[in-house]
C-alpha cells in the first residue's frame, strides 16, 4: 500500500479525473486471456485491476496509460499519427505472437530501434502504454532510448503530448517535460 500511495500522489488528481479512473481491484494470481498477468485496465469501467502480491509501480503506470489512450481516442481507437511514426519495418506482433517468444526465452529486451521495449512491439496500444512506463519508472532508460532512436523519441513525445492533451500540464507535473 506504501507503493501504490507513492504512486498516485506523483499524479495530479486534476489528471486521474481525467482519466476516468475510480477505482482499483485488488485481485491475486490474475488471468486473463488464458495467461498469467501482473494487472490490467478496464477503461469503460473505470477500473484498474492489478495483483498486489506482484505490485510494480511500472504497471500501474502502463495501465494507467490505457485508461488515457481509451479517455481520448475510444476502444482502441486507430490513432493515425501513431502509425505514421512507425517507419517500414516497424511491425506490431500481436499479443500470441509475443507470448510465443515469450515461451522461447525471447522478447524481454531493448533493443528494437522503433520501440521502447520488446514488449511495445506486441500492438499499438501496447506501444503507448511501455512509452509511459517507461518515461514514468525508469528515466534513465527512457533518456538511453530516446537519444539512440528518433523514432522511440518521436513516440515519446506524442505519448507526452498526448497527457496534455488530456489535462493540460500535466506531463510537467509529473516531471516529463
Same mark, same amino acid.
Given at each position: 500500500?506504501?507503493? @501504490? !500511495?507513492? *504512486?498516485?500522489?506523483? &499524479?495530479?488528481?486534476?489528471?486521474?479525473? #481525467?482519466?476516468?479512473?475510480?477505482?482499483?481491484?485488488? $485481485?491475486?494470481?490474475?488471468?486473463?486471456?488464458?495467461?498469467?498477468?501482473?494487472?490490467?485496465?478496464?477503461?469503460?469501467?473505470?477500473?484498474?485491476?492489478?495483483?498486489?502480491?506482484?505490485?510494480?509501480?511500472?504497471?500501474?503506470?502502463?495501465?494507467?496509460?490505457?485508461?488515457?489512450?481509451?479517455?481520448?481516442?475510444?476502444?482502441?481507437?486507430?490513432?493515425?499519427?501513431?502509425?505514421? @511514426? !512507425?517507419? *517500414?519495418?516497424?511491425? &506490431?506482433?500481436?499479443?500470441?505472437?509475443? #507470448?510465443?517468444?515469450?515461451?522461447?526465452?525471447?522478447? $524481454?529486451?531493448?533493443?528494437?530501434?522503433?520501440?521502447?521495449?520488446?514488449?511495445?512491439?506486441?500492438?499499438?496500444?501496447?506501444?503507448?502504454?511501455?512509452?509511459?512506463?517507461?518515461?514514468?519508472?525508469?528515466?534513465?532508460?527512457?533518456?538511453?532510448?530516446?537519444?539512440?532512436?528518433?523514432?522511440?523519441?518521436?513516440?515519446?513525445?506524442?505519448?507526452?503530448?498526448?497527457?496534455?492533451? @488530456?489535462?493540460?500540464?500535466?506531463?510537467?507535473?509529473?516531471?516529463?517535460?
Amino acid at each position: 500500500l506504501h507503493q @501504490l !500511495n507513492a *504512486v498516485l500522489l506523483r &499524479y495530479p488528481e486534476r489528471f486521474l479525473r #481525467a482519466t476516468g479512473f475510480e477505482r482499483l481491484v485488488w $485481485l491475486c494470481e490474475i488471468v486473463k486471456d488464458g495467461a498469467p498477468v501482473r494487472g490490467f485496465a478496464m477503461p469503460p469501467a473505470k477500473t484498474l485491476v492489478l495483483d498486489p502480491a506482484a505490485f510494480d509501480p511500472g504497471i500501474f503506470n502502463h495501465e494507467m496509460f490505457h485508461m488515457v489512450d481509451h479517455r481520448l481516442h475510444g476502444h482502441p481507437g486507430d490513432q493515425s499519427a501513431w502509425s505514421a @511514426l !512507425n517507419p *517500414v519495418g516497424a511491425t &506490431y506482433i500481436g499479443l500470441a505472437a509475443y #507470448a510465443e517468444e515469450l515461451r522461447h526465452g525471447r522478447g $524481454l529486451g531493448h533493443s528494437n530501434p522503433y520501440f521502447m521495449t520488446d514488449y511495445a512491439r506486441a500492438l499499438p496500444t501496447e506501444d503507448r502504454a511501455e512509452t509511459f512506463r517507461v518515461l514514468m519508472s525508469e528515466v534513465a532508460l527512457a533518456a538511453e532510448r530516446r537519444a539512440s532512436s528518433g523514432v522511440i523519441d518521436a513516440k515519446a513525445r506524442y505519448v507526452i503530448a498526448a497527457l496534455d492533451e @488530456l489535462a493540460s500540464g500535466s506531463s510537467v507535473a509529473l516531471g516529463l517535460r
